[in-house]
Nanobody
Framework: QLQASGGGLVQAGGSLRLSCAASGRTFSNYGMGWFRQAPGKEREFVALISGNGGSTYYANSVKGRFTISRDNAENTVYLQMNNLKPEDTAVYYC???????????????WGQGTQVTVSS
């Protein structure tokens, strides 16, 4: 089970840190991803991190502004979002996969989503 939190309302240029807490003892066996879905749009990939945290990958739209990290001792993955833009407004979801890929279909477990709203 995944529980995302940390969303909110922020002005453009501001920062937020999302958290995703996982239950279970095999958290480090899973790659973790963050995805987002804006109103009227399809859910899209944002960032992923390998089970040991050694590999990360980002969508071009967030590269250089967002940082994904994880704490396996706390069963938690984070998404630090800096220099936020209005186009970052979306519901953000964390997800777990046994594969390190960007495709939504590869993710078996999903959190409930947390709303991020960036005002201009």
């Amino acid at each position: 089970q995944l529980q995302a939190s940390g969303g909110g309302l922020v002005q453009a240029g501001g920062s937020l840190r999302l958290s995703c807490a996982a239950s279970g003892r095999t958290f480090s066996n899973y790659g973790m991803g963050w995805f987002r879905q804006a109103p009227g749009k399809e859910r899209e990939f944002v960032a992923l991190i390998s089970g040991n945290g050694g590999s990360t990958y980002y969508a071009n739209s967030v590269k250089g502004r967002f940082t994904i990290s994880r704490d396996n001792a706390e069963n938690t993955v984070y998404l630090q979002m800096n220099n936020l833009k209005p186009e970052d407004t979306a519901v953000y979801y964390c997800a777990a996969s046994s594969n390190l890929v960007t495709s939504l279909t590869a993710y078996n477990y999903w959190g409930q989503g947390t709303q991020v709203t960036v005002s201009s």
